[in-house]
């Protein structure tokens, strides 16, 4: 078997593995049933996405890939909490102070699963969705755009997710 079919066919285990565990920490229990309706989906959605749909699809499983992922789980509650926090102060404020658009940023990251967790690390932060991505651009909503300037933009919102998974993806 050649390499790209064993590393499509290990990228189908691990997304099989990681959808099963996934259904047995949802269930909380061991019984036929569940194991036969988890297995079932986990591989029938595997098979679906045989390009690969898990965290771990182009992992670096090196020392520095793994602690890099350890203080992006960190960075990310950390801007969550700042960013729910500065959200909050937003609507709460009787003039509400905000200045809605769309800016357009860009990432350095060649991996696509690198640039799916960016995508969806910036979506998860409150006040800010990722719109589109197109190549090396991605396009993001902010309730409160603080600079329409390119580099100022991804500076702010790029940089501190793409310096953790540039390590963890490339």
Same mark, same amino acid.
């Given at each position: 078997?050649?390499?790209?079919?064993?590393?499509?066919?290990?990228? /189908?285990? !691990?997304?099989?593995?990681? $959808?099963?565990?996934?259904? %047995?920490? *949802?269930?909380?229990?061991?019984?036929?049933?569940?194991?036969?309706?988890? /297995?079932?989906?986990? %591989?029938? !959605?595997?098979? $679906?996405?045989?390009?690969? %749909?898990?965290?771990?699809? =182009?992992?670096?499983?090196?020392?520095?890939?793994?602690?890099?992922?350890?203080?992006?789980?960190?960075?990310?509650?950390? =801007?969550?909490?700042?960013? &729910?926090?500065?959200?909050?102060?937003?609507?709460?404020?009787?003039?509400?102070?905000?200045?809605?658009? !769309?800016?357009?940023?860009?990432?350095? %990251?060649?991996?696509?699963?690198?640039?799916?967790?960016?995508? &969806?690390?910036?979506? *998860?932060?409150?006040?800010?969705?990722?719109?589109?991505?197109?190549? =090396?651009?991605?396009?993001?909503?902010?309730? /409160?755009?603080?600079?329409?300037?390119?580099?100022?933009? /991804?500076? =702010?919102?790029?940089?501190?997710?793409?310096?953790?998974?540039?390590?963890?993806?490339?």
């Amino acid at each position: 078997m050649d390499k790209g079919k064993s590393s499509k066919w290990r990228d /189908t285990a !691990i997304l099989f593995a990681t $959808l099963m565990l996934f259904w %047995l920490m *949802l269930e909380g229990k061991l019984e036929a049933d569940i194991l036969i309706v988890g /297995t079932v989906v986990s %591989l029938v !959605i595997a098979l $679906l996405y045989r390009d690969g %749909l898990s965290f771990f699809t =182009e992992f670096r499983f090196t020392p520095a890939g793994i602690i890099a992922g350890f203080r992006y789980y960190g960075y990310f509650f950390k =801007e969550l909490f700042k960013s &729910n926090f500065a959200l909050a102060a937003i609507v709460l404020r009787p003039s509400l102070p905000i200045a809605p658009g !769309i800016v357009k940023v860009r990432t350095k %990251l060649k991996s696509r699963m690198g640039r799916l967790m960016l995508a &969806n690390s910036i979506t *998860l932060t409150p006040g800010t969705l990722t719109v589109e991505m197109e190549g =090396e651009w991605l396009y993001i909503h902010c309730v /409160t755009v603080a600079s329409a300037d390119i580099e100022a933009a /991804t500076a =702010e919102i790029v940089s501190g997710f793409e310096s953790y998974l540039e390590v963890m993806y490339g």
